[in-house]
T-cell receptor
Framework: KQEVTQIPAALSVPEGENLVLNCSFTDSAIYNLQWFRQDPGKGLTSLLLIQSSQREQTSGRLNASLDKSSGRSTLYIAASQPGDSATYLCAVLYNTDKLIFGTGTRLQVFP | DTGVSQNPRHKITKRGQNVTFRCDPISEHNRLYWYRQTLGQGPEFLTYFQNEAQLEKSRLLSDRFSAERPKGSFSTLEIQRTEQGDSAMYLC????????????FGDGTRLSIL
């Protein structure tokens, strides 16, 4: 069964810290992996997409890595800010073209 | 690019009623997806379209659920004889190049069954 797991489920950090969110998936035959941000009561905002042939993608203070062989991805957030507070979702795309989501990491960055 | 638009944003209805949601994808996107998200969980796939053709349906999509995309543009998701367990956020997404470009999501329709 294709499953996606995210650790930790919740994280609370002071402003300015660098942090790492983890995502693991059971089936390594992926097309790509996406990281999303979701604010309360809102839809999903795509942050980064990593193709199966890539090792990492960067956007501003965000860096996502992918290790297909071990079934893992990490999202690194540098110099966290209160505006980064949200739920971060990892999703994996297989050849069926439907995203399989983790349950998310709820991040709170306090001033 | 105005993004994916979903209407209504919120729907409150009594158990047993029928509801219909609408999704307008990004204009040039030929793939359209429906997902359902319950509190504290990640979204779960329901169905998707390539233009007007419905290509896959999840087993979550019981016979009370039907989705259409009649002209390959907007899509509707109808739930008949709603039940308490249907309460969720219904999310729509679209993409241009599956597997290559990301799926772009709307803000969802939150359904509450009284």
């Amino acid at each position: 069964k294709q499953e996606v797991t995210q650790i930790p489920a919740a994280l609370s950090v002071p402003e300015g810290e660098n942090l790492v969110l983890n995502c693991s998936f059971t089936d390594s035959a992926i097309y790509n992996l996406q990281w999303f941000r979701q604010d309360p009561g809102k839809g999903l905002t795509s942050l980064l997409l990593i193709q199966s042939s890539q090792r990492e993608q960067t956007s501003g203070r965000l860096n996502a890595s992918l290790d297909k062989s071990s079934g893992r991805s990490t999202l690194y957030i540098a110099a966290s800010q209160p505006g980064d507070s949200a739920t971060y979702l990892c999703a994996v795309l297989y050849n069926t073209d439907k995203l399989i989501f983790g349950t998310g990491t709820r991040l709170q960055v306090f001033p | 690019d105005t993004g994916v638009s979903q209407n209504p944003r919120h729907k409150i209805t009594k158990r047993g009623q029928n509801v219909t949601f609408r999704c307008d994808p990004i204009s040039e996107h030929n793939r359209l997806y429906w997902y359902r998200q319950t509190l504290g969980q990640g979204p779960e796939f329901l169905t998707y379209f390539q233009n007007e053709a419905q290509l896959e349906k999840s087993r979550l999509l019981s016979d009370r659920f039907s989705a259409e995309r009649p002209k390959g543009s907007f899509s509707t998701l109808e739930i008949q004889r709603t039940e308490q367990g249907d309460s969720a956020m219904y999310l729509c997404a679209s993409s241009l190049a599956p597997g290559i470009q990301p799926q772009h999501f709307g803000d969802g329709t939150r359904l509450s069954i009284l």
